[in-house]
């Protein structure tokens, strides 16, 4: 279909807005949503609540009952076509009597996809590319590793307006305002896992967990996972403690962690990765992405210091997103910390460019959304996964 109508393109909006209801409860699943529309009324809709749970289009389809039955099906992503937890939603929509469905991005799990096909096959009309950016824009965590089995990576930082992160004396609580904050925390609540360094939690003694999103009913808290390379972190910090929720993920050295500490924090229930050092002799960044992506972990939220984030910004990169929040002041200081560390670039032509992609606010502070020249979900991967229809 070369051209949408203006309900059309409603129609699939209000099935995107189901689906962001998915948000940090459906991983390893995509967030979906589902409108069944008969004329140009809605007469069911759905969203999918989690693994194991019906599809976005199965709940709409049981919604609407015997008014399905001749009708649209609006659907963010295309139908599956397999039998797991739930049955095929193909079946489910061919049993139903649907007409036509209109979805936005293609499937590129090779396990699920081919509904489009089996829907023609069975004389369903079907028309894609609804909405496509947005679709696609929604699943990048579900997309990225489907397509690479390495995770989205988020970076969230922030500084003043003078790029610092601390005082000279290293008080760093709080330079960003609570808006800013709860929004740290909205993007904890949707990801499979934390990620900061080893000063940072033996300084802070964080949670890494999400408040207060995450601990809404059927919300798993994230994975904790913090780079320690010689195991110097005492385990009565509260990222050891087991009810703060979500599994914990010490990262060292072999070269560096006495065996004895590594076996003390698997006997309390935690997992110890022993990582590679980069040729500057701090853990690989790359490395723990890829094992985290190798244990189904399918997106990273990194909370740096100033180490962490020339690690995985500049040294080894790997970030997606970054979201950077300015607050309106100075700190001043040629010791108090920055944004980033490292050794920094010898010339401006070797420094990593980014694309910004939204400026706003967040109570009094700057919000910077942008994408590194690395990162996914740019116009080639738009199109590579459009290519898949």
Same mark, same amino acid.
């Given at each position: 279909m070369n051209g949408w109508t203006k309900d059309q393109i409603g129609h699939m909006k209000t099935a995107l807005r189901l689906a962001r209801r998915g948000w940090g409860l459906v991983s390893p699943n995509p967030m979906v949503g589902a409108v069944v529309v008969k004329g140009k009324k809605i007469v069911a809709t759905g969203w999918h609540t989690?693994?194991?749970?019906?599809? /976005?289009?199965?709940? /709409?389809?049981q919604e609407a009952g015997r008014k399905a039955k001749g009708a649209d099906l609006y659907v963010n992503l295309e139908p599956c076509n397999h039998y797991g937890r739930t049955g095929p939603c193909t079946e489910a929509i061919i049993r139903a009597g649907i007409d036509r469905v209109f979805y936005g991005s293609p499937d590129p799990n090779t396990v699920a996809s081919g509904g489009a096909k089996a829907l023609e096959e069975a004389g369903v009309e079907v028309h894609g590319g609804l909405l496509a950016?947005?679709?696609?824009?929604?699943?990048?965590?579900?997309?990225? !590793?489907? +397509? =690479?089995?390495?995770?989205?990576? *988020?970076?969230? =930082? /922030?500084a003043s307006? @003078?790029?610092?992160?601390? %005082?000279s004396t290293g008080?760093?609580? !709080? *330079?960003?305002?609570?808006?800013?904050?709860?929004?740290?925390?909205? +993007?904890?609540?949707?990801? @499979?896992a934390v990620l900061v360094g080893r000063n940072t939690a033996a300084k802070d003694d964080p949670e890494l967990s999400a408040r207060p999103w995450g601990r809404r009913k059927m919300h798993r808290q994230p994975w904790r996972v913090v780079l320690d390379p010689g195991l110097k972190l005492s385990t009565k910090l509260k990222i050891f403690d087991p009810a703060m929720g979500g599994p914990t993920v010490i990262v060292c050295a072999k070269e560096k962690a006495p065996e004895k500490k590594m076996k003390q924090i698997v006997s309390m229930g935690h997992q110890v990765l022993v990582a590679p050092?980069?040729? %500057?002799? *701090?853990?690989? +960044?790359? !490395?723990?992405?890829?094992?985290l992506g190798r244990q189904g972990v399918q997106?990273?939220? *990194?909370?740096?210091?100033? %180490?962490? /984030? @020339?690690?995985?910004l500049i040294e080894e990169p790997v970030v997606d997103l970054a979201h950077i929040f300015l607050a309106p002041k100075f700190i001043g200081g040629v010791k108090a910390p920055g944004m980033v560390g490292g050794l920094g670039q010898s010339e401006l032509a070797l420094a990593p460019e980014a694309e910004i992609l939204k400026l706003g606010r967040k109570g009094p502070d700057l919000h910077i959304t942008l994408r590194p020249a690395c990162g996914f979900g740019g116009q080639a991967d738009f199109e590579a996964l459009c290519s898949l229809a």
């Open positions: 989690g693994p194991g749970q019906p599809h /976005a289009e199965a709940a /709409a389809l950016e947005e679709c696609f824009e929604l699943n990048q965590f579900f997309f990225k !590793w489907v +397509i =690479t089995k390495v995770p989205f990576v *988020i970076v969230k =930082t /922030a307006l @003078d790029g610092k992160t601390a %005082t008080q760093s609580q !709080w *330079i960003s305002s609570k808006a800013a904050r709860n929004f740290g925390h909205h +993007i904890r609540a949707g990801v @499979d050092l980069t040729h %500057t002799g *701090i853990l690989s +960044i790359r !490395w723990v992405v890829e094992e997106s990273v939220l *990194i909370e740096p210091g100033a %180490t962490l /984030a @020339d690690s995985a």
